[in-house]
């Protein structure tokens, strides 16, 4: 194990499966892994800040030695203010290498002592990111296997606000017909 403090900065918006995979990955190998979450004023995300601080912080509760945290500003500012010695960064495809890789330069340029750690993600989630997560979900498309259960069930809550009363609708009227089907057996053999 790595002494000392990562950092694995992103959006997160949504938490993906493939997150979750170098999350736990990367707390296997830092004595302590921060995910933090990018505070970007010039985008529109689907979730506040504080929704993908609720989703990572339940996905992570088991993990003793990650913690949640948000910033905004320089990454590079942020890791010196934890006194972080390393960045954790993903990368699916030759596409993220040359943007990663640019950053890891120009995160070297300001700060020397910092460096950078790519991780590959598994391959079942080598093509999944936020971004087609979002346009799938949007689209009305399944995201099973691609996030994890809960931000799969935000996910619906968010593109369909009348998803929770549906879905309650839905089971009251399932223990219904369960409630029928009993009376009916009872009814034939008394």
């Given at each position: 194990m790595h002494k000392g403090i990562a950092i694995y900065p992103g959006s997160f918006d949504p938490p993906t499966n493939g997150h979750l995979d170098l999350i736990e990955r990367g707390a296997k190998?830092?004595?302590e892994l921060v995910v933090a979450i990018l505070r970007n004023s010039e985008k529109s995300p689907m979730f506040s800040v504080p929704e993908r601080l609720?989703?990572?912080r339940e996905l992570t509760v088991d993990l003793e030695n990650v913690r949640i945290d948000t910033f905004d500003g320089l990454m590079v500012e942020y890791a010196k203010s934890l006194e972080a010695t390393c960045i954790l960064r993903g990368i699916r495809a030759?596409?993220?290498y040359e943007y990663e890789l640019q950053m890891a330069l120009m995160n070297r340029k300001l700060e020397p002592t910092l460096e950078?750690?790519?991780?590959m993600p598994a391959d079942k989630y080598s093509y999944v990111s936020s971004r087609l997560v979002r346009e799938v979900a949007q689209a009305g498309g399944p995201v099973k296997g691609l996030v994890p259960e809960v931000v799969e069930q935000k996910l619906r809550e968010k593109l369909d606000p009348a998803y929770k009363l549906r879905d309650a609708r839905v089971s009251e009227v399932l223990g219904k017909r369960d409630l029928d089907k009993r009376d009916k057996?009872?009814?034939k053999k008394a």
């Open positions: 190998i830092f004595e609720e989703m990572l030759i596409s993220d950078t750690v790519f991780m057996k009872r009814k």
